[in-house]
């Protein structure tokens, strides 16, 4: 979901879209707005959303050894013997 307002006009632009959660996939809306480049990146690397034709689809927030892991999914059972200690 995306929520876009612009500055110069009185313009607020809500987009919604159901995506398999097999496979989730869509296209990536950066090449006509490019602040939705690093909501991109996150979304995918937090929730492992694809973004199709996105340029630079690279991991941003999350440590080597989570890559993969969708962590915000609400399917998500996280490291078992993981603490927020041992994570920093």
Not at 37 to 42: I, L
């Amino acid at each position: 979901m995306y929520h876009i307002a612009s500055y110069d006009h009185p313009v607020v632009l809500m987009l919604k879209a159901r995506l398999p959660r097999d496979s989730p996939e869509i296209e990536s809306v950066v090449s006509v707005y490019w602040n939705a480049n690093w909501y991109e990146r996150e979304t995918y690397e937090l929730y492992g959303i694809f973004f199709k034709d996105h340029p630079e689809l690279k991991p941003l927030v999350l440590p080597d050894d989570m890559l993969g892991e969708w962590p915000l999914r609400k399917d998500y059972e996280g490291f078992p013997n993981r603490t927020a200690r041992n994570l920093v």
